[in-house]
């Protein structure tokens, strides 16, 4: 049985070399902090690569609304300041089959989200804010996870637990029959992680 890849090619050489990944917890490293944001549309299809240059992941080809609905990325955009984070809760609950309520429930301990779960997005701090979509993205089992920036805002306690929960998530997806990526982009790695795959990027 052929392995599913996300892959692309043929993009621009000052963004990205080509690059076919198994699924994984990988780092995009952008050493110079400047190819990632031209990246990072393309990776999440709300863009498509120039022609002829190509983003897929099995049969879903980026830019397509069948890819679109694969990927979750963090930091939002598309957030009401004024939702209520159980509102976002209830809705990420129903949209990614693979939700995983123990993982969630784990990541808000972690990064101790507990006094702000009856908040909603406009009363919390940026790094609260950050915190609760990479304890929502890695819990959500999305397909395409992509994290930019990953400790912007983020305490040292936090970090050091995100690096755990990373290396915690790619030991089960190593272990998972259903395919996952999630795919970290920043200018230098985290303490203590172990990635599947990094990919340098121009510069790095």
């Given amino acids: 049985m052929t392995q599913q890849l996300l ?6 050489a000052d963004v990205a070399p080509d690059a076919s990944l198994l699924p994984g917890v990988h780092l995009l490293l952008d050493a110079l902090d400047e190819a990632r944001h031209r990246l990072l549309p393309w990776l999440a299809g709300t ?29 939002l955009t598309d957030y009401a300041p004024e939702q209520s984070i159980a509102d ?14 123990a ?26 804010l950050r915190k609760v979509w990479q304890a929502g993205s890695l819990a959500s089992g999305a397909p395409i996870t992509l994290i930019d920036a990953p400790d912007a805002g983020l305490d040292l306690a936090s970090i050091r637990y995100l690096s755990r929960a990373l290396n915690q998530l790619a030991e089960q997806l190593a272990a998972d029959a259903t395919p996952r ?18 990919v340098e990027l121009p510069g790095s």
Wanted: proline share 8%; charged share 15%.
């Fill in 181 to 198: 990526w999630v795919l970290v982009l920043h200018y230098d790695t985290l303490p203590d992680m172990e990635w599947d795959e990094v």
């Fill in 7 to 12: 892959s692309w090619h043929a993009l621009p």
């Fill in 88 to 101: 976002w809760l209830t809705q990420q609950r129903q949209r990614w089959p693979q939700w995983n309520e």
């Fill in 47 to 75: 863009h498509s690569a120039p022609a002829p240059a190509q983003v897929r992941c099995g049969d879903w080809v980026g830019g397509s609304s069948d890819y679109r609905a694969q990927v979750l990325s963090v930091p």
């Fill in 103 to 128: 993982a969630w429930q784990q990541h808000v301990q972690g990064f101790a989200l507990e006094p702000h779960l009856g908040k909603s997005w406009w009363q919390l701090s940026t790094g609260t």
